[in-house]
């Protein structure tokens, strides 16, 4: 069975997804110059397409797909009791539930 996108969430300088299967992962905006250039509206016009697989920012024309989120050797996946991680890529304590 392919992951396949349930939600995505973009701040903090992080594109970050949740897959159907539980994994919580994220990368840092820096990865996309597009996304990185563009507004926080821009970037929060985000959908997720083809059938879960990939998302898709119409603003700036970016695409980007579950695989490219899973095959980078820095990617950041979060546990259960999430973990932030700063822009630079260092550990920056739990993340915060409202």
Known sequence: MNPTIVSVSVRAGKI????????DVAIPMRWSPRLLAATLAQRRNVEIVDE????RW???DEDISVS????????VTF????L??????????????A
């Open 84 to 97: 932030l991680i700063a822009d630079d890529g260092s550990f920056a304590g739990k993340e915060k539930r």
């Open 16 to 23: 970050r997804i949740v897959l159907r299967d539980g994994r």
């Open 58 to 60: 119409p603003d700036v």
């Open 68 to 75: 490219a989120f899973l095959a980078h050797d820095s990617i």
């Open 79 to 82: 546990p259960a009791g999430s």
């Open 52 to 55: 879960g697989n990939a998302l």
